[in-house]
């Protein structure tokens, strides 16, 4: 046998032990949701915010709502403003 035909017979036999020690392995399965999972959305969450204490430059006070509470105070603070907004526009005519 010529050196070359050794090579390539090396080359097909060595590789062979290295593909048969391959294993496949299926990826871990995702745990289902546990109930604190499921109780704690995001809108649930509490947030807490300072407040700044009217009157006063110093004082503040921590407000602690969930998001979805601070998204409909906010929502009023925004139809307020809005409502004075009309109501001094309608005054100085």
């Not at 590789?15 to 289902?32: E, T």
């Not at 995001?42 to 700044?52: M, P, S």
């Not at 509470?69 to 005054?91: L, M, P, S």
């Amino acid at each position: 046998m010529s050196k070359s035909s050794l090579i390539a017979a090396a080359l097909f036999v060595i590789p062979a032990p290295a593909v048969a020690q391959i294993v496949f392995v299926d990826p871990p399965a995702i745990a289902p949701p546990t109930r604190a999972d499921k109780a704690k959305s995001d809108t649930e969450k509490i947030e807490c915010r300072a407040e700044d204490t009217l009157g006063s430059r110093l004082e503040r006070h921590q407000v602690c709502l969930t998001k979805e509470q601070w998204w409909a105070y906010e929502q009023e603070d925004k139809q307020r403003v809005q409502e004075w907004q009309i109501i001094g526009y309608r005054n100085t005519r």
